[in-house]
């Protein structure tokens, strides 16, 4: 479903003066809106051709702060300025904002006027560039799961954090009636969220207490990208107007699951489904054999990209239905890799390692370049592995901690040969960056466990 204003309707909109504003937006490396208001007028004038922003928002960790130590933007480089491409194709009405409408942008080198090396977003077209170089559409679609609190994120905030209320006070996992209860504001979630040309297909309560999913239609892997991005930023905004509160934290309590966001992916050729093949077992074509195989001989070196964050490793816990193994298996939610839709045509995989904290353009773009990898070498896939995946013994693990995906993902010859070593070596000095503020900060949990015992 594509975004659902044309330029000229936009222009028209203006000069009615149904549209006074536009969102000319980015995608940072937490994989966050950034961007500008445009008066509308001044955008349909001429403002639409580009505009520009401070380089340093690549170069940020999640609070916002100059990371030092970065190639592509420092203090002694003096942060110049990248130039905003404003992606036409992507403009729409956001319904929950008065007199709006936004678009998304590529990010562009002042200078070379070539898109930036590790803008997400451009990491992920070079990735389905190459798919499409195959002959191959990569299609896609992400699962995005949250915890929805009763209280607004001023409130929250300003608490300490401490004593925090989900909406929801028990599990309502499929359940109609405790979701009524939170039908004020999931309601407006997906009908502003459609009502924006997002293709939501539906909501449900998730499988912990005040937990909330919603689902958006199978789409192109950019489409589906930029659809993650403005769904979660379009949740926090409508509950926050609702005086509720919206986390994609992967983990936000030891004593509640994690959240997640799945990525089901298939590759398809002139309009069909090329994972299918129906004298195939299972319905599995020798090219998403190959592509699986990509995934999993990879895994572990993509897994920051899936987990970017010390606390997304807070979420991988037997028996929380996030995986612990990187092998695969047929409908089975306790593998890392689950094939799904076998013998029909939206046969798939879904990767289940990443976490609703991911960024989604870093995340496809890493399993798009293990499937493509694996295509191109005709990798052998290793035999499914059935039942209770979490007491598998001698099996490929998920990486434990950030540390060590970081390491991973640098010496990944697969990433660096797919990104460059520009963009592998940037990512990787964000999880460094991670770690590093991590082992300087004093805890509550070291607080409270300490400060009398020891």
Request: charged share 25%; glycine share 8%; aromatic share 8%.
């Amino acid at each position: 479903m594509p975004a659902n204003l044309t330029f000229d309707a936009l222009r028209k909109a203006v000069a009615e003066g149904e549209i006074d504003t536009v969102l000319v937006c980015i995608v940072d490396m937490q994989g966050r809106l950034m961007g500008k208001r445009f008066v509308a007028k001044h955008f349909v004038d001429g403002g639409h051709e580009e505009t520009h922003c401070c380089n340093y928002l690549l170069a940020l960790d999640v609070e916002m702060f100059t990371v030092p130590g970065y190639k592509s933007a420092s203090w002694s480089k003096g942060y110049g300025d990248y130039i905003v491409k404003p992606d036409l194709s992507t403009l729409r009405r956001v319904p929950w904002l008065p007199g709006t409408a936004m678009v998304m942008s590529d990010l562009l080198d002042h200078h070379t006027h070539e898109e930036v090396a590790v803008s997400p977003r451009a990491i992920l077209k070079r990735q389905i560039a190459r798919a499409k170089a195959m002959g191959f559409d990569a299609m896609m679609a992400t699962e995005l799961e949250f915890f929805l609190f009763a209280g607004s994120y001023d409130a929250i905030n300003d608490s300490g954090y401490r004593d925090i209320q989900t909406l929801g006070r028990h599990n309502v996992d499929y359940a109609i009636f405790g979701t009524t209860k939170e039908e004020g504001v999931m309601r407006a979630i997906r009908n502003g969220l459609w009502d924006a040309g997002v293709p939501i297909e539906c909501s449900k309560g998730e499988a912990e207490v005040g937990q909330e999913e919603v689902n958006a239609k199978y789409s192109d892997a950019l489409d589906t990208c930029d659809n993650h991005t403005i769904i979660k930023n379009g949740v926090k905004e409508i509950c926050h107007q609702h005086g509720h509160a919206a986390t994609f934290m992967a983990k936000y309590s030891h004593e509640r699951a994690g959240s997640s966001s799945h990525v089901h992916q298939s590759l398809w050729k002139d309009g069909k489904p090329a994972f299918l093949d129906p004298a195939a077992p299972h319905g599995m074509s020798d090219l998403m054999r190959h592509y699986v195989a990509g995934q999993l001989a990879h895994a572990r070196e993509i897994t920051g990209l899936l987990a970017p964050y010390i606390n997304s490793y807070k979420r991988f816990v037997v028996g929380m239905f996030a995986p612990t193994k990187a092998v695969w298996s047929l409908d089975n939610r306790t593998a890392g890799f689950r094939v799904c839709g076998e013998g029909t045509k939206g046969i798939r995989v879904e990767c289940r390692i990443g976490g609703a904290d991911l960024n989604p353009y870093m995340a496809c773009a890493g399993l798009l370049a293990a499937g493509l990898a694996g295509i191109e070498q005709k990798l052998e896939l290793e035999p499914a592995i059935s039942g209770d995946i979490y007491a598998a013994r001698r099996v490929r693990e998920i990486p434990k901690t950030l540390g060590e995906a970081a390491e991973l993902m640098a010496k990944s010859k697969m990433l660096r040969a797919a990104f460059g070593d520009e963009v592998v070596d940037h990512y990787v000095h964000a999880a460094h960056w991670e770690i590093s503020e991590q082992n300087r900060v004093v805890t509550d949990w070291e607080l409270k466990r300490g400060f009398e015992r020891l």
